[in-house]
């Protein structure tokens, strides 16, 4: 099903954890300006944003020159997400 | 092994203003989902234990490794969402792995529903994860983790 064969890859670097830390103690301000986007964040900043993960993923790889930033989803309000079941399926 | 999780804490500028202060509060935890190659880079979830089942964004799935057999299609929606405003998605069979910035957990088997776009975050939801874990959290002291 997968390529776990190979091992897992260590935990990123100290850098990556440090703009996850800035990213969630901005969120606030981040969601307000980026609402309901993709944010990448790198060197304590939002180096790209948009509705497309993957867009915004190269983007910001471009732009930094890094493999491995934060990327989160800027949650504008209150979202509640859930699978109900019994819905109609979908052709 | 002890993965940590981190609280992200948000606050709602509108119930402030109404005087009605209201933190939003979400569960995040990283993780890793496997590729045909080995493994994704690094993804930002929400631990989510209202969700029945883990969703994954479009853009995320789209490079994992997945079972050739079409899975169950169904629609997906929240609390006051309509039919025409709900999300749609594939259940299928993903391995993922936890990790913080000291441990890397062993892989895991989850089904998850593969949307159809990336309008929703990567949510890991209850089947398959919750289900065989232990989940503590503690937001007045900051300290959450799982124990896989």
Redesign the interface.
């Given at each position: 099903?997968?390529?776990?064969h190979?091992p897992?890859?260590?935990?990123?670097p100290?850098e990556?954890?440090d703009d996850?830390d800035w990213a969630?103690a901005h969120?606030?301000e981040i969601?307000?300006a980026y609402p309901d986007q993709?944010v990448a964040v790198a060197d304590s900043r939002v180096v790209a944003s948009g509705?497309?993960?993957?867009d915004v993923?190269s983007r910001a790889t471009a732009l930094t020159g890094r493999?491995?930033f934060?990327?989160?989803?800027a949650?504008a309000?209150?979202?509640?997400?859930?699978?109900?079941?019994g819905?109609?399926?979908?052709? | 092994m002890r993965i940590v999780l981190?609280?992200?804490?948000?606050?709602?500028?509108?119930a402030t203003l109404a005087g009605q202060p209201l933190r939003?509060i979400?569960l995040?935890v990283?993780v890793?989902?496997?590729?045909?190659?080995?493994?994704s880079?690094?993804?930002?979830a929400i631990l989510?234990t209202?969700?029945?089942?883990s969703?994954i964004?479009?853009?995320?799935w789209?490079e994992?490794?997945?079972?050739r057999t079409p899975g169950?299609?169904?629609?997906?929606?929240?609390?006051?969402a309509s039919?025409q405003t709900?999300v749609?998605g594939m259940l299928s069979?993903?391995?993922i792995?936890f990790?913080?910035?000291?441990?890397?957990s062993a892989?895991v088997?989850m089904r998850a529903?593969l949307l159809d776009d990336?309008?929703?975050?990567?949510?890991i939801?209850f089947e398959d994860i919750l289900t065989q874990t232990v989940l503590h959290c503690d937001y007045a002291s900051g300290l959450a983790y799982l124990d896989l």
């Amino acid at each position: 099903m997968s390529g776990s064969h190979v091992p897992p890859p260590p935990p990123p670097p100290k850098e990556f954890w440090d703009d996850l830390d800035w990213a969630n103690a901005h969120m606030d301000e981040i969601s307000g300006a980026y609402p309901d986007q993709w944010v990448a964040v790198a060197d304590s900043r939002v180096v790209a944003s948009g509705p497309v993960l993957a867009d915004v993923e190269s983007r910001a790889t471009a732009l930094t020159g890094r493999a491995e930033f934060p990327v989160l989803f800027a949650e504008a309000g209150i979202r509640v997400y859930a699978h109900r079941p019994g819905l109609p399926d979908q052709d | 092994m002890r993965i940590v999780l981190g609280f992200q804490t948000k606050i709602d500028a509108e119930a402030t203003l109404a005087g009605q202060p209201l933190r939003l509060i979400r569960l995040m935890v990283q993780v890793r989902l496997g590729t045909p190659e080995g493994w994704s880079r690094s993804r930002t979830a929400i631990l989510d234990t209202g969700n029945p089942v883990s969703i994954i964004p479009h853009s995320v799935w789209r490079e994992l490794a997945l079972p050739r057999t079409p899975g169950l299609r169904r629609r997906l929606r929240g609390i006051g969402a309509s039919d025409q405003t709900a999300v749609s998605g594939m259940l299928s069979r993903v391995r993922i792995l936890f990790y913080d910035d000291r441990n890397v957990s062993a892989p895991v088997d989850m089904r998850a529903f593969l949307l159809d776009d990336d309008a929703a975050p990567l949510l890991i939801g209850f089947e398959d994860i919750l289900t065989q874990t232990v989940l503590h959290c503690d937001y007045a002291s900051g300290l959450a983790y799982l124990d896989l």
